[in-house]
Antibody, heavy 121, light 107 residues
């Protein structure tokens, strides 16, 4: 079955760039009926959608983060990645990758296990 | 942007109880509403999509209803494994947004 796994540094210094990769296994990232998304959850808070990418490279981002976010895809490795620049303590969160299923109604399923990224000063 | 609210923020219940959680959107979202279950330290799990469609593998004691701005998630008979946090999410328009969550606790 389809599985997603996030990887990357768990600690990032303030003002630097947060970089994470999501590896997809059990299926191809090159499916026209899916987007691939990044979401995050600050400690004790709700979920926030960061952005999504299609294997073709088409992206859409949350406007609240758009100026700092880049999501890219590497179909040869079945991976997609997140870069978040100029991070602050407010970017400390568990970061999740997930498949965004495209249908008449979109939803996220499945999700990766999540990775905690702490921004330090 | 569409704001999502949930009530209650927390709920105490017992095994076997019928439980209802409410989600409200700041504008009409038709049936573009999904429900997720999240246990501590775990990723969210899709329960319901398109307001009332049960995700494959999810027990039939879970059901969703509503359209427009008001939605409900109902658990017909609580089981021990159902104590978790439940969040709604709108997919009507980007930026996608989630409710703050409802924590379901053991009474």
């Amino acid at each position: 079955q389809l599985q997603l796994q996030e990887s990357g540094p768990g600690l990032v210094k303030s003002s630097k760039t947060l970089s994470l990769t999501c590896t997809v296994s059990g299926g191809s990232i090159s499916s026209s009926s899916n987007y691939w998304g990044w979401l995050r959850q600050p400690p004790g808070k709700g979920l926030e959608w960061i952005g999504s990418i299609h294997y073709s490279g088409s992206t859409y981002y949350n406007p609240s983060l758009k100026s700092r976010v880049t999501i890219s895809v590497d179909t040869s490795k079945n991976q997609f990645s997140l870069n978040l620049s100029s991070v602050t303590a407010a970017d400390t969160a568990v970061y999740y990758c997930a498949r965004e299923v495209l249908s008449d109604y979109n939803w996220f399923d499945p999700w990766g296990q999540g990775t905690l990224v702490t921004v330090s000063s | 942007d569409i704001q999502m609210t949930q009530s209650p923020s927390s709920l105490s219940a017992s095994v076997g109880d019928r439980v209802t959680i409410t989600c409200r959107a700041s504008q009409s979202i038709s049936s573009y509403l999904n429900w997720y279950q999240q246990k501590p330290g775990k990723a969210p799990k899709l329960l319901i999509y398109a307001a009332s469609s049960l995700q494959s593998g999810v027990p039939s004691r879970f059901s969703g209803s509503g359209s427009g701005t008001d939605f409900t998630l109902t658990i017909s008979s609580l089981q021990p494994e159902d104590f978790a946090t439940y969040s709604c999410q709108q997919s009507y328009s980007t930026p996608y947004s989630f409710g703050p969550g409802t924590k379901l606790e053991v009474k």
